[in-house]
């Protein structure tokens, strides 16, 4: 069975960090492209990284500088490190592959 599953969301006060991974079954990351999303409330979903083969390859402007993309291909694994988290980046985060593969989120809270 294809599929992603994500894990590593949770409460944090702004300025913290935390660190989402996204696990694949089914496929290899090596080969495929991976993305991070986020929908906050009442908003639409957003690209918030990319990653190839070659690396990451895009961030939106807004976590630039503050968040990293990575994959660890023995785990088959795909990281988003959030650093100097601010209200703004609450949302829930998804990663996505092979363009239709979705995991079902995990909730990141930024509030004091």
Do not use: H, M
Not at 19 to 32: D, E, H, M, P, V
Not at 104 to 110: L, R
């Amino acid at each position: 069975q294809v599929q992603v599953v994500e894990s590593g969301g949770g409460l944090v006060q702004p300025g913290g960090s935390l660190t989402l991974s996204c696990a694949a079954s089914g496929f290899r990351f090596s080969n495929q492209a991976a993305n991070w999303y986020r929908q906050a409330p009442g908003k639409q979903r957003e690209l918030v990284a990319t990653i190839d083969w070659s690396g990451p390859t895009y961030w939106i402007d807004s976590v630039k500088g503050r968040f990293t993309i990575s994959r660890d291909n023995a785990k088959n694994s795909v990281y988003l490190q959030l650093d100097s988290l601010k209200p703004e980046d609450t949302a829930v985060y998804y990663c996505n592959s092979l363009e239709t593969v979705w995991g079902q989120g995990t909730q990141v809270t930024v509030s004091s």
